[in-house]
Nanobody, 125 residues
Framework: QVQLVESGGGLVRPGDSLRLSCVAS????????MAWFRQAPGKEREFVGA????????ASPDSVKGRFTISRDNTRNTVFLQMNNLKTEDTAAYFC??????????????????WGQGTQVTVSS
């Protein structure tokens, strides 16, 4: 069992940066692939990026490529989402998720077994 808790969201202006954190409970964090998704009101949950259990990055979608970076610190059971040059269209609730390696297509929400409760990011001038 893994419990995930996100933090770091908030209200920022276009062009600002934020770093989201997701802390996992449990002793097997280092064996899970981790991902970030986001969901805006009325829209489907969107894949933002992922990092494998051993630190390999999965390609992000064009909407965030070059602006968002995922990293993890297995000693702290934490995965990070660094978001730079934020845009109004980045406004959404952001969720981290965990899956055992090989569980499925990493870009699909159905691949992930464990989810955090989400943290809100609002980008507005």
């Amino acid at each position: 069992q893994v419990q995930l808790v996100e933090s770091g969201g908030g209200l920022v202006r276009p062009g600002d940066s934020l770093r989201l954190s997701c802390v996992a409970s449990g002793r097997r964090f280092s064996s899970y692939d981790m991902a970030w998704f986001r969901q805006a009101p009325g829209k489907e949950r969107e894949f933002v990026g992922a990092i494998t259990w051993n630190g390999g990055n999965i390609a992000s979608p064009d909407s965030v490529k070059g602006r968002f970076t995922i990293s993890r610190d297995n000693t702290r059971n934490t995965v990070f989402l660094q978001m730079n040059n934020l845009k109004t269209e980045d406004t959404a609730a952001y969720f981290c998720a965990a899956a055992a390696p090989g569980s499925g297509i990493v870009q699909l929400p159905s691949t992930y077994t464990y989810w955090g409760q989400g943290t809100q990011v609002t980008v507005s001038s």
